[in-house]
Structure formats: structure tokens, C-alpha cells
């Protein structure tokens, strides 16, 4: 990292310590909603971005993140925090079982199996022998934590901090995973994975991982997601929202590690303004949206920031 | 001394307003102004119910060009939620925290609201009139600030049920419900009512998911089980498949079509007419498809402001009948607040309503709530589908006096 980047980064920080004190509680927790979409979109960035494996399913882990620290919460008396890791375990093992026979599948097959684990996940939540911990089509009501240790902070801005830590430990995670062999790994595959098998890379084993370590990052965005939203339904985690997680990491720019935290933003803040256009056709405007977006920066917004840079940096 | 004679004076003038005045606010309320918060699908797989959104921000259109509520605007909010939950705790805080709204008014569906009782409750600010059957929303002990409208579908149920004790009490019944919080509230409504002779007399409980394209299969098994007796709790594109199949195949059971699928324009005309006949149902408020009120004067007043404030929605929809008397209701409630626009005051006039009616509810239903009674329509009556139209029969019943 140059000297130039670590004291963006740092400014980055620093700005996002100091927005909570100065927008309103409103602001606030949409602000933590983009944390948790960034994170969710860095892991399906792992995997679609980086290791090429196309998943139109990645609401299902979601949902099964939000599921886990809501149960977890509301049967077991667990707390909030503790919740995160252990939904994030339950992914990765669940990410990595559904991979294996996955690695059968390639493209479009993958994405309709992929598919059919979006779209059955929320009947799965509704059926009536788990009702009993799922509590059905009425889903899950949960508290809201408070700021511990007499922090100076309200619900909404402690809730910010918490989600902003676990994002920031998830981002390094997955920048120190991502720059190094591993990583390198995951991109041979995707680009030539005969020519990656010949060098001896275990394709099987790093794609299954990925898919691990993919339904990880979003299982933690679904807890952190339950603990802002308070409530967990199966309404809440229809097929679009995998749909809408593929539209973020492709806007915000494939196999780009920013890339999640643009996406984030447009997938939390474009609906809204759709929204106050047109009330009668929100999602046509939306779609106007993404086709100017993905016509004008065909990298997505990391790339299109990181050309920018580049041409300035040549013409002085 | 002048500084220290200011805050005083602001005290004096504070403790003074109730006794000059009768004006008081809460956020969202001025002498000019009122403003109303609201969340509908106008997107997504509910997004048929949008239209009730549109009917009221029609209604209040018309309200404030006759001049508004004791000389006030309203002005009316709604947002799309898409009908997710997680969507409707962000455009309710939004409402609230952001665009300061007085109260929030028919946000719609049950787990929408289900997501933000909570927070309206923690943050004193009325849930007024939501838009969902469930019978969780009359709890004035736990829940002060949220309060429902139309009739619960347990009280809907247990007038069925209580009719067919009285005329077939050994019916066998078959069960056919869409499988989420509405379904099993009806079934629920049904069990309760037929209590320890649930067991016996059910003898075929079969749901459905909102995504299937068609309810057949689910039909020929309530035939093949021998019941005589059919509780048909789906919404309308279903009841429509249900009453054709059921005719189709020759079964002729003793039909409970619940009233969320009465329309006559669109569930019994595309299930066919002659199919329909002998359909039993609870109705609460005028159907516009019915023939019996293409005279009524309450009908030829929605039908003119429909076509003068909301042009581009159906004449044929119920949910448009459904919004305009919900905001009629609203429109009673702020007129009895006066100049007195506080929030625990808006819940107060809300839990003040005795014997209101508007022109599109049904004859002989009225509403009528108070401090420990947050349930606004508790009449229905019931009716039975003559082929043409619905003829309704017996008194106007009430599940408060059940």
C-alpha cells in the first residue's frame, strides 16, 4: 500500500467516525445499513468477482445469517455480539457444503442451482416443524442493543460502531486473503482454470472455499442486518435480494475490493431516489439507473474511479 | 437582569398556553398544516394493494381543495416498501425522524407492521388504522400507540362458524388456506370457533403458498377427503381457481369464501357467475361490482370523487372503496382533534369514534372504539351469492357481542 492510499484510508476512517455525530439517527442507521451491504457484497464479490462462480442465491445466506442471530437471540438469550461469529460459522460450514456439489455445476447452471436456493429459502423459513424457532410466517421480533459501558452514544450510533468494526475487521480479512496466494488462486481459476489445475492449484477444494468463505461474509451482513432491523420474516428475504446483491457487486465493480462499499450504496440509496421520481414505476426508473450506470462505467464504480486516478496521474 | 428575565418569560408563556389556548402541536402539526406518514407496496408481489395509497392521497387532495381539517393542509407522505419489512422500518423512521410526520396512517400488511410496532411504540407516535386483519393490533394494554381498522379475520371466522353450528352442526369440514400469518389467523378464527369439536369435524386442512399457479390438486384432495362443509380463506386470483375447480368437478359443498375474495368483479365474474351461486360471506363495506349499489347515493359520492381526484383507478376495485372509507374514518378523527394536534391526542379521538358511518359502509355498520377497544369495524354481515349479486340476510353481526 502507498503512502497516498493509507492516508485516504485513514481520512476514509475518519470521516465515517464523525458522520454519526453530525447527520440525524435516521441517517445513521441507513448508514449502517450500507455497512451491512458492503459486507454482504464483498462476499459474493469473493465469489463471483474474484473466483468466477456465478450465485443468484446469495439472499439464502443472508437469511440464514439474520435467521441464526435472531434464534440464537430470542431461544438461547445470546448476545448481540455474539451472535455475529456464530452466524458467520454456520454459513461458512452451510456455504461450504452447498459448494461441493456445486463444483459440478459451471455458469449458468451454477446460477440456476444457485436459484432455486434463493427462491426456496424463504418457504423453507415458513415450514411448520421449524416454526417453532423460526416462529413462521410471523417471524422474529429482537431488541435493540444499547451502547455498553456507559458509552456517551445512542442505540443508532452504538449500533453504527459495532456494524462499522465488524465491517472494517471483515475488509481487512478479505484484503489480506485476497492479495495473496489464495486470492491469486482464486483468480487463475476463474480466468483459466486448466491452465490453473496444470500449476497445481486444488480447483476443487479453493472453490468450494470460496463458496465458504462467500456465504460467510454475507451469513455476518443477514446478523448484523437482524440487529439493526430488529425483526427477521421470510418476507423479508425474497428472491430479489440476492438479485439485488448480484446488481450491487456488478455496479460497484467485479472483483474489486471498494467495489462492495459502492455497490452498498447504490443498492441502499438508488431504490429511494426511484422512489421520489416516480411513484407509479420505481423500478423502471431503478432500471434506467443501472443501465446508465453499467453503460457509462462498464468496470463499475471502483473501475471507473480507479481510471480516473490513472489519467490523472498521466496528464499532470 | 433582562437576560435572566427571558427564560422566565419563556417558562411564564409555556405554562400560561393551556390556559389561553386551545392550540397545541406535536411534531408534524402547525396551525397550517398536518402531516401524515404512510408505507405502501407500490412495488413487489403486493403491489396490487398500491391502489389503496393512491385512494387516500386522492382523498386528502380533495380534503385540503375544500379547504383541509379546521383550516389545515394535510399533507400526505407514502412511500413505497415493496412489502418488506426491512424496507418499512427504513421509510418509518424516515417518516418520523426525518420528515417529522405527525403519525403514520394504514402502513400495509402484516409483517410490515408487524417490523415497526415495536419502534412506533418506543417512540410515542401513532400506528394509526393499519391495514392488515390481524387480530394483534387491538392490544391497547401492551401497545397504546398502534390500532387497526377493518374487521380481524378471528372475529371474521368465528361468524362463520357460529352460523354453521346453528344450521349444519354436523358438517364435515374441509380447509383450504394460503400459508402465512393471514391463513392461519383464519384457521386459527375457525378452531377457536368450533373449540373441542375442531377435531372432529375438521377433516381435511390443506394451504397453499401465494407463488403457486394454481390451487386444483389442493381442491380435488378437499373433495376426495368427504367434506361437506368448504372454509375457502385465499386471496382473490385463488378463490377465482377454487370456485371453478370445486364446480368443475362436481363437489358442492357448503361455501365459506372469506371477504378479502368477495369482489363480484374480480373473483366471481372470472370464476363464472353460475358457479358462484350459493357462496356465503361477510361484507363490511359496499362492492363496487355488486349491481345492488349502482343507484346508492353513498356510491354515486365515491364514483364522483374517484373520477374527479383519482381518474386513472378502477371503478371495479374494492381496495379503492377500502381506502377512500379508511380515510374518511381519519378525516373524522382529526376533525374531533381540534386545534388540540398532539400526538396522544390523535390516539385518543382515534379511541373516541361511537357509532361513525360513512356512506360506503354497509348499512347498519358503524364504528365504534374506545380506551380499551382498539378494534374500529366489529360488524359484519353476512351474505349469500344469488348469481347476480350478494343478498345479505340476517342482523348485522357483531363479534363483540358473540
Known amino acids: ?316 | 437582569m433582562k437576560r435572566r428575565f427571558v427564560p422566565v418569560a419563556v417558562l411564564a408563556a409555556l405554562l400560561a398556553m393551556p390556559v389561553y389556548g386551545q392550540k397545541k402541536y406535536d411534531p408534524g402539526a402547525s396551525d397550517r398544516e398536518i402531516k401524515i406518514g404512510n408505507t405502501n407496496p407500490y412495488s413487489g408481489p403486493a403491489s396490487a394493494y398500491g391502489t389503496i395509497g393512491k385512494t387516500i392521497a386522492a382523498y386528502f387532495n380533495m380534503v385540503n381543495e375544500q379547504g383541509g381539517i379546521n383550516g389545515r393542509k394535510v399533507t400526505f407522505i407514502s412511500y413505497d416498501d415493496g412489502y418488506s419489512p426491512p424496507k418499512t422500518v427504513e421509510m418509518a423512521r424516515k417518516l418520523v425522524e426525518q420528515d417529522q410526520v405527525l403519525f403514520l396512517f394504514q402502513t400495509l400488511g402484516t409483517p410490515s407492521n408487524t417490523a415497526i410496532h415495536k419502534y412506533m411504540n418506543m417512540r410515542k407516535v401513532p400506528q394509526l388504522h393499519v391495514a392488515t386483519g390481524a387480530t394483534k393490533w387491538n392490544d391497547p394494554k401492551n401497545f397504546k400507540w398502534t390500532m387497526g381498522w377493518q374487521p380481524n379475520y378471528q372475529d371474521e371466522a368465528k361468524i362463520y362458524v357460529q352460523y354453521l353450528l346453528k344450521n349444519k352442526p354436523n358438517a364435515k369440514i374441509g380447509v383450504l388456506y394460503q400459508n402465512d400469518d393471514y391463513g392461519k389467523d383464519y384457521l386459527k378464527g375457525i378452531k377457536d370457533g368450533l373449540g373441542a369439536k375442531a377435531k372432529s369435524m375438521i377433516v381435511a386442512e390443506v394451504s397453499y403458498e401465494v407463488a403457486d399457479p394454481t390451487v386444483d390438486s389442493q381442491i380435488v384432495q378437499l373433495q376426495a377427503s368427504g367434506a361437506d362443509t368448504f372454509f375457502n380463506i385465499t386471496t382473490p386470483k385463488f378463490a377465482a381457481q377454487a370456485i371453478r375447480k370445486a364446480y368443475d368437478i362436481g363437489w358442492k359443498p357448503l361455501h365459506f369464501l372469506n371477504n378479502v375474495s368477495s369482489q363480484v368483479g374480480s373473483v366471481l365474474k372470472p370464476a363464472g357467475l353460475e358457479k358462484s351461486i350459493g357462496l356465503i360471506t361477510t361484507q363490511y363495506i359496499k362492492d363496487p361490482t355488486d349491481r345492488q349499489w349502482a343507484n346508492d347515493a353513498g356510491m354515486k359520492k365515491w364514483e364522483a370523487f374517484m373520477k374527479k381526484y383519482y381518474p386513472e383507478g378502477s371503478l371495479i376495485d374494492n381496495s379503492n372503496v377500502y381506502g377512500f372509507t379508511v380515510a374518511s374514518t381519519l378525516h373524522q378523527v382529526l376533525k374531533q382533534c381540534g386545534n388540540n394536534l398532539t400526538r396522544e391526542n390523535v390516539m385518543r379521538q382515534a379511541a373516541s369514534l361511537k357509532g361513525f358511518k360513512v356512506d360506503t359502509m354497509l348499512p347498519g355498520v358503524s364504528i365504534t372504539t374506545g380506551p380499551q377497544d382498539y378494534a374500529p369495524i366489529q360488524s359484519v354481515q353476512l351474505a349469500k351469492f344469488n348469481g347476480k349479486e350478494w343478498e345479505r340476510f340476517g342482523k348485522v353481526l357483531s363479534s363483540d357481542k358473540m
Open chain 1, 1 to 316: 500500500m502507498t503512502k497516498r492510499n493509507l492516508l485516504l484510508l485513514a481520512l476514509l476512517l475518519a470521516v465515517a467516525c464523525v458522520l454519526p455525530f453530525i447527520v440525524s439517527d435516521y441517517r445513521t442507521f441507513q448508514l449502517t445499513l450500507v455497512l451491512v451491504y458492503a459486507t454482504a457484497l464483498l462476499g459474493l464479490n469473493i465469489l463471483t468477482g474474484y473466483n468466477g462462480q456465478i450465485s443468484l442465491g446469495h439472499g439464502a445466506f443472508y437469511a440464514l445469517g439474520a435467521y441464526c442471530a435472531a434464534i440464537l437471540m430470542d431461544q438461547a438469550g445470546a448476545p448481540y455480539w455474539a451472535t455475529v461469529p456464530a452466524a458467520g460459522a454456520v454459513c461458512l460450514v452451510a456455504g461450504f457444503l452447498f459448494g461441493l456439489p456445486a463444483l459440478r455445476l459451471e455458469g449458468l447452471y451454477l446460477a440456476l442451482a444457485t436459484f432455486a436456493l434463493g427462491v426456496a429459502m424463504p418457504q423453507l423459513l415458513k415450514y411448520d416443524h421449524l416454526a417453532k424457532w423460526t416462529g413462521g410466517v410471523q417471524g422474529i421480533v429482537i431488541p435493540k442493543p444499547e451502547a455498553p459501558f456507559g458509552l456517551p452514544l445512542n442505540a443508532d450510533q452504538w449500533l453504527y460502531f459495532f456494524t462499522l468494526a465488524v465491517t472494517i475487521v471483515m475488509f481487512v480479512l478479505a484484503w489480506n486473503l485476497l492479495r495473496g496466494r489464495i486470492g491469486r488462486a482464486l483468480v487463475a481459476i476463474r480466468d483459466q482454470h486448466i491452465a490453473a489445475e496444470a500449476m497445481g492449484i486444488n480447483s476443487a477444494i479453493y472453490k468450494s472455499a470460496a463458496f465458504g468463505v462467500s456465504a460467510m461474509y454475507t451469513g455476518v451482513a443477514g446478523a448484523l442486518s437482524a440487529i439493526a432491523i430488529q425483526y427477521v420474516a421470510p418476507d423479508s428475504f425474497g428472491i430479489f435480494v440476492s438479485i439485488v446483491f448480484l446488481v450491487g457487486i456488478v455496479v460497484g465493480g467485479l472483483a474489486s475490493i471498494s467495489g462492495a462499499l459502492y455497490g452498498a450504496l447504490f443498492i441502499q440509496f438508488v431504490p429511494n431516489i426511484a422512489d421520489e421520481i416516480s411513484k407509479a414505476a420505481p423500478w423502471a426508473i431503478f432500471g434506467i439507473f443501472m443501465i446508465g450506470f453499467v453503460y457509462l462505467m462498464p468496470t463499475g464504480v471502483a473501475g471507473a474511479t480507479r481510471l480516473l486516478l490513472a489519467k490523472r496521474r498521466k496528464s499532470p
